[in-house]
T-cell receptor
Framework: EAGVAQSPRYKIIEKRQSVAFWCNPISGHATLYWYQQILGQGPKLLIQFQNNGVVDDSQLPKDRFSAERLKGVDSTLKIQPAKLEDSAVYLC?????????????FGPGTRLTVL | AQKVTQAQTEISVVEKEDVTLDCVYETRDTTYYLFWYKQPPSGELVFLIRRNSFDEQNEISGRYSWNFQKSTSSFNFTITASQVVDSAVYFCALDSIQGAQKLVFGQGTRLTINP
């Protein structure tokens, strides 16, 4: 079974530029998550989708971050414009469905450096 | 509030030593799940174990064991006879209803096993 795929693996941009990350979850997984992991910290949930609908985006900085999951499969996370504090690893995860205690499967992440 | 504390930021031991990673959690829920994930240098989070709040039995899987104690709100992880391949960052996480079924991660413990 293929795991969660993410691209690119690394991205370096200058502040005020735009960037987009792509995630392909495990086939059949209805729930998709985007996390931000700042160096030395645990992952923090940014947004959660159930199929193509947003379940929780309470911690997403909506003035600069946006995400979509068209057709309930792939997802894209965008930052526009980027700030220095956005430097982090962006992890995508998926699970079969949204249920308490459900295991989440993580991708390798995209490491973003904002200069 | 839902919170996970991993007080040990970094641990370094010599191969074959036993090592315990501490995890203390806070929640008012009576139903919740606790997780341990491993994050090797490749970046993706690898699921190790899930334990629900009604099951306080300790778990052993090969060289790994977990000690869940509700009385002290702790879910500690022990590696017996550590190996160099165990070197990674380990995260403890909490999933609860009041937490809106979002994984709340601790800060992580960086474990280094020296040959």
């Amino acid at each position: 079974e293929a795991g969660v795929a993410q691209s690119p693996r690394y991205k370096i941009i200058e502040k005020r530029q735009s960037v987009a990350f792509w995630c392909n979850p495990i086939s059949g997984h209805a729930t998709l998550y985007w996390y931000q992991q700042i160096l030395g910290q645990g992952p923090k949930l940014l947004i959660q989708f159930q199929n193509n609908g947003v379940v929780d985006d309470s911690q997403l900085p909506k003035d600069r971050f946006s995400a979509e999951r068209l057709k309930g499969v792939d997802s894209t996370l965008k930052i526009q414009p980027a700030k220095l504090e956005d430097s982090a690893v962006y992890l995508c995860a998926s699970s079969l469905f949204q249920l308490l205690g459900n295991e989440q499967f993580f991708g390798p992440g995209t490491r973003l450096t904002v200069l | 509030a839902q919170k996970v504390t991993q007080a040990q930021t970094e641990i370094s031991v010599v191969e074959k030593e036993d090592v315990t990673l501490d995890c203390v959690y806070e929640t008012r829920d009576t139903t919740y799940y606790l997780f341990w994930y491993k994050q090797p240098p490749s970046g993706e989070l690898v699921f190790l174990i899930r334990r629900n709040s009604f099951d306080e039995q300790n778990e052993i899987s090969g060289r790994y064991s977990w000690n869940f104690q509700k009385s002290t709100s702790s879910f500690n992880f022990t590696i017996t006879a550590s190996q160099v391949v165990d070197s990674a960052v380990y995260f403890c996480a909490l999933d609860s209803i009041q937490g809106a079924q979002k994984l709340v991660f601790g800060q992580g413990t960086r474990l280094t096993i020296n040959p």
